[in-house]
């Protein structure tokens, strides 16, 4: 059974910074793009960063020059260092992997249930 669970959350004053990861298990045959999203208290649910398996990034414009998304493929794992932290940026942030689990289909979305970012003015 695949699971991706994120931890590194938690409650930081404006200004600072937190790191995120997400690990992914379970048998899988292979990870394509992986990602962050998050959603903000009574918000839908955006983008913020994106790594493809060869290492392109993409970033939301709200993000850019303050997040930086990475990840080891080794660990199976996806990271997002969040520096310069504004209040805007509470909530709860969730990753999410496309991958297949076998060689014969196609790759499929899977998420993590979420970690909470609380940024404090």
């Known amino acids: 059974q695949v699971q991706l669970v994120e931890s590194g959350g938690g409650l930081v004053q404006a200004g600072g910074s937190l790191r995120l990861s997400c690990v992914v298990s379970?048998?899988?045959?292979?990870?394509?793009?992986m990602g962050w999203y998050r959603q903000p208290p009574g918000k839908q649910r955006e983008l913020v960063a994106t790594?493809?398996?060869?290492?392109?990034?993409n970033y939301a414009d709200s993000v850019k020059g303050r997040f930086t998304i990475s990840r080891d493929n080794a660990k199976n794992t996806v990271y997002l260092q969040m520096n310069s932290l504004e209040p805007e940026d509470t909530a709860v942030y969730y990753c999410?992997?496309?991958?297949?689990?076998?060689?014969?289909?196609?790759?499929?979305?899977?998420w993590g249930r979420g970690t909470q970012v609380t940024v404090s003015s």
């Open positions: 999410s992997a496309k991958l297949r689990v076998y060689l014969w289909e196609a790759d499929n979305d899977y």
């Open positions: 379970g048998s899988i045959y292979s990870i394509n793009d």
């Open positions: 790594i493809t398996g060869g290492g392109s990034t």
